[in-house]
């Protein structure tokens, strides 16, 4: 019996999706459960599973091929059934060993018996030369200063180390500073190099879902947009003795803002503003293949450092195309770092139907005149948040970034426990 393999319906606004690879071929045997193939949907890559097993007889679709929801990828027959097409194509095969010559198959075997060809010396030789030693890794080796753990994660993950900002003492790259890096999405392509970035890779699937996305945001959602700029000296400095990210501090910053300020988790419905109970970060991660939004659920109850390894492993899921619909749903507040990118300050689109975003910014050295007119070097960090004007108003934004702002210029605060 046949049994059909179709493009699956992974998410509710899910209207067609891409094979981006297969992981079987024409007559493999397939048990329920298997791995059959690697599918984007509009909202994350995803590995396909067999619902049945059988012997795959025909695959429809090829690698990268965009098709409708419900589009037939592939066909599986029963084992018994393949079996018994198996039987009567032996049945109608001749017999060919019984039409070949005996002295052919003596030839044969005295071809085999052959000695091998010795191996040459050059095959003996071992394999790459010193100068092909000199690798990725012992290039930046030579010119940075890193740690031991932060060296392994950056071999492990194929980073370029001299695109990271060390935070140790005298710049020393350290391992958090590497976390900090594949937090933010960053894949180590230089950002002033665009020749370097391949549109082509982007995915065309996430890229209609981004623009319609966005273009519901931008033309129904009623935009404002407010600036507060944080004193950075004690995260600067917490940070590096606590090997934390900037970014971590800046989440949890956030989210215990949010948990004092209900009225910024919300949402616009026809009825009126609905606040929401759980307060769920959504962290825009850019990737080859374009932007996701993953989300930390739950964040109103959990530690600084819990938030950022929950960063920190999205960010990784991201990276690897393994995010799966829940990863990515329920958000309601997004926040979108380009620090990494040089970014002073800019401001973000709302992803509907949360009522705000906050757009940070990079750190930067700035000369400042303190109240006595003294001056001195201060790290600042600029904060935007975009508003929905249908559920809040400047004043309410202005409280919000303001209690933000305290949590981030103290922050020994977001090391105390949750109340």
Not at 150 to 176: C, F, H, T, Y
Request: net charge negative.
């Amino acid at each position: 019996m046949s049994q059909e393999i179709k493009m699956p319906k992974l998410s509710d606004t899910m209207e067609e999706g891409t094979v981006l690879a297969w992981r079987i071929k024409e007559g493999q045997t397939v048990k329920k459960g298997d791995i059959i193939a690697e599918v984007e949907t509009d909202k994350a890559a995803m590995e396909m599973e067999a619902f049945g097993e059988g012997v795959v007889s025909a695959i429809k679709v090829k690698e990268g091929e965009t098709v409708p929801v419900g589009t037939v990828l592939a066909v599986f027959e029963s084992e018994a059934e393949e079996s018994v097409k198996d039987a009567k194509k032996e049945e109608i095969a001749p017999d060919k060993t019984k039409e070949e010559p005996t002295t052919k198959s003596t030839e044969s075997m005295e071809e085999k018996k052959e000695p091998a060809p010795e191996r040459t010396k050059e095959e003996k030789q071992p394999e790459p030369a010193e100068d092909q030693g000199k690798s990725f890794a012992a290039r930046v080796w030579a010119t940075a200063k890193v740690s031991p753990e932060a060296r392994a994660l950056a071999e492990q993950k194929n980073i370029d180390l001299s695109r990271v900002r060390g935070s140790g003492p005298g710049g020393r790259i350290v391992r958090v500073d590497v976390e900090d890096y594949l937090a933010r999405g960053d894949t180590g392509r230089r950002p002033s190099a665009p020749v370097g970035r391949e549109p082509q890779k982007k995915s065309a699937s996430l890229r209609k879902t981004i623009a319609r996305k966005m273009t519901e945001s931008w033309t129904g959602v009623p935009h404002f947009y407010v600036t507060v700029a944080v004193d950075m000296r004690d995260v600067m400095r917490f940070h590096r003795q606590l090997e934390l990210s900037v970014n971590d501090f800046i989440l949890a910053a956030t989210a215990r803002a949010l948990a004092e300020h209900p009225e910024v988790n919300a949402r616009w419905m026809d009825e009126g503003v609905k606040t929401l109970d759980a307060i769920n970060l959504a962290l825009a991660v850019a990737v080859d293949k374009g932007l996701y939004s993953p989300v930390i659920r739950d964040c109103a109850r959990l530690s600084l450092r819990q938030i950022g390894e929950r960063a920190r492993e999205l960010a990784r899921k991201a990276q690897e195309g393994k995010l799966g619909a829940e990863d990515l749903s329920e958000g309601t507040f997004t926040v979108s770092n380009l620090g990494m990118f040089g970014v002073e300050a800019f401001a973000a689109i709302i992803t509907a139907p949360q009522a705000a975003a906050l757009a940070v910014g990079a750190v930067t050295e700035e000369v400042l005149a303190d109240a006595h007119g003294n001056i001195e070097v201060v790290p600042r960090l600029r904060l935007t948040l975009s508003a929905d004007h249908r559920v809040l108003d400047g004043a309410d934004a202005a409280a919000f970034l303001n209690t933000l702002k305290g949590y981030l210029e103290a922050p020994v605060r977001l090391l105390e426990p949750v109340e």
